[in-house]
């Protein structure tokens, strides 16, 4: 994996010299955006960045919110995640290779280490060169998971 590629979301100001110089349009909406975006660890759907951008600058459409975050992502700033749930899920935590959790039930997302994969990879790299690697486990989370509580010995471990 590129080292190149590894960032987080930055600064306000220093990402907006960024999609200056990329030929992207800056406007306070977009900006609201990415501040919005910045440090979220929950993967919000484009709606539920919408929904709360919005209620804070009604004037940013929905529509504005999608080129953004694929502007965003165009960038190498913020991931764009098809976890199965229906919905695009954004990621800025770029900075940080890792894989997901992602409950069945109520569509949480959770960071998790790539360790639990480094075996795969190590093996794999010989015969066939990784550029990505995406790996969601499904199931439920804490709050969905059914009364039981056997403890998988593969149980992967959350980065935060
Ligand atoms: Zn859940
Ligand atoms: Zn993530």
Redesign the pocket.
């Known amino acids: 994996m590129s080292v190149d590629k590894v960032r987080s979301v930055h600064g306000i100001a220093q990402l907006s010299e960024r999609m200056r110089a990329a030929g992207m349009r800056v406007t306070p909406q977009r900006q609201a955006i990415v501040r919005h975006l910045v440090g979220d660890r929950t993967h919000p759907t484009v709606e539920a960045v919408h929904a709360a951008v919005a209620a804070i600058m009604p004037t940013v459409s929905l529509k504005t919110v999608y080129q953004t975050v694929h502007d965003l992502e165009s960038l190498g700033e913020v991931r764009l995640l098809d976890v199965g749930t229906g919905s695009v899920r954004v990621d800025p935590n770029v900075e940080h290779p890792h894989h997901h959790l992602v ?6 997302v959770r960071d998790v280490t790539p360790s639990v994969v480094a075996d795969v990879t190590a093996h794999d790299q010989r015969a066939f060169v990784i550029e990505t690697i995406e790996v969601v486990f499904r199931g ?6 059914p009364q039981s509580p056997s403890t998988p010995s593969t149980r992967p471990t959350p980065i935060n």
């Open positions: 409950c069945a039930r109520c569509g949480a439920h989370c804490a709050t969905c998971a």
